[in-house]
């Protein structure tokens, strides 16, 4: 990456252009999908300035604190959610939420893999 200083800030050049698909997947502890916003800016950044041609798909979930969480039954969510004093009717709504993520990222992969 060339970066250059010019009069109306910085101007970064790539040494080639790209022609990439960059996939961004995030796990989020916050229940505010909002709150991946920055990150999801700062990579659509680095993916533009790389090739206009750069395509960047994000995937994220949200009020994930636990390891393997996303794929938890419904049941192991209500367990889990008693010990962090979340409300149990959360666990419904986040298992059906957390299966469209996990379809959503099968999905993206097979499309990828074409």
């Given amino acids: 990456m060339?970066?250059?200083i010019t009069e109306h800030g910085l101007k970064h050049?790539?040494?080639h252009?790209?022609?990439k698909h960059f996939v961004l997947l995030l796990s989020l502890g916050s229940s505010v999908s909002d709150d991946a916003r920055p990150i999801i800016d700062l990579f659509k950044f680095i993916s533009e300035v790389?090739?206009?041609e750069n395509k960047l798909t994000?995937?994220?979930?949200?009020?994930?604190?636990?390891?393997?969480?996303v794929r938890m039954s419904r049941e192991e969510l209500s367990t889990l959610y008693?010990?962090?004093k979340l409300s149990a009717h959360l666990a419904d709504q986040d298992y059906q939420r957390n299966q469209?993520?996990?379809?959503q990222c099968y999905e993206l992969g097979k499309k990828l893999a074409i």
């Fill in 2 to 4: 060339h970066v250059q």
């Fill in 13 to 15: 050049t790539p040494w």
């Fill in 17 to 19: 252009q790209w022609r």
């Fill in 50 to 52: 790389f090739g206009p």
């Fill in 58 to 69: 994000s995937i994220f979930g949200t009020r994930l604190a636990v390891a393997k969480q």
């Fill in 82 to 84: 008693s010990k962090l």
């Fill in 100 to 103: 469209q993520l996990l379809e």
